[in-house]
């Protein structure tokens, strides 16, 4: 990745070692300790403005660089510290890698499933993304013509039903996409960011890990919607 494609000096973001872990005060084993990084020294304004200026950049200036992806490879191997954590949807069209400006190894520490939803798995990998590797900021990701939330519109609207394990994967929507039913715009974006909101709320509700660290100030929980159109990143709290 160009030099120039990253705002941020990698300096700051990754920090060798295992002190993090001891501030943190997670007794990680010290056989296990040495593959782990401090946590980045950014603040939740900190990286929430990074992606910000990263979403601007991909928007005026998208460009995919590779030409120092080998050397941060080997500086990231043996450690990890990502600056932001993500909970994006499963859908192609949504890497968050590139639509925050092309981002690189050990950046963003990544949960996607179908409508950016939370289970136990998920829960699990968003507090071990903060309470473990320190990353300061959570974003919940929706995006625009998302297939989940449409699904979950097309339950309230004609009744549909979907084969396997679908149907059940999209239930936690359907509260979201009643409560806009009657909004104006959109149905599927109106309940895709519905459903981002309430489930950035889920995060602290359904998590003391997170929710202490978000009352201590150690962690920015926000969620957003990604136009697939434009390119854009809007915030929605």
């Not at 872990?21 to 007794?27: A, E, I, K, S």
């Not at 450690?79 to 400006?101: K, Y």
């Not at 359907?174 to 599927?188: C, Q, R, S």
Request: with cysteine; glycine share 8%.
């Amino acid at each position: 990745m160009c030099k120039n494609c990253i705002q941020t000096n990698r300096r700051d973001v990754i920090k060798i070692g295992a002190a993090g872990l001891l501030t943190l005060g997670l007794g990680i084993p010290s056989a296990s300790a040495a593959s782990y990084a401090a946590a980045t020294s950014l603040t939740p304004d900190d990286a929430l403005a990074a992606l910000k200026a990263g979403n601007a950049r991909f928007m005026s200036d998208p460009e995919v660089c590779t030409t120092e992806l080998a050397a941060i490879r080997k500086d990231v191997a043996p450690h990890q510290a990502p600056w932001a954590t993500i909970l994006a949807c499963a859908d192609s069209r949504v890497p968050p890698e590139l639509i925050f400006g092309g981002l690189g190894l050990g950046e963003l520490f990544v949960a996607r499933n179908a409508g950016n939803l939370v289970d136990t798995a998920t829960m699990g990998t968003i507090e071990y993304g903060q309470a473990v590797l320190g990353s300061p900021l959570i974003v919940v990701l929706a995006h625009t013509s998302c297939g989940a939330v449409a699904a979950a519109c097309d339950v309230i609207l004609s009744n549909a039903t979907f084969p396997g394990s679908i149907g059940p994967m999209i239930n936690p929507i359907i509260p979201a996409a009643l409560a806009v039913k009657d909004e104006a715009g959109d149905f599927v974006t109106n309940a895709a960011k519905e459903s981002a909101k309430r489930t950035a709320s889920q995060l602290s509700a359904g998590s003391s890990l997170i929710s202490e660290a978000a009352s201590a100030g150690k962690v920015k929980i926000v969620s957003a919607i990604y136009d697939l159109k434009s390119g854009a990143v809007t915030y929605l709290d």
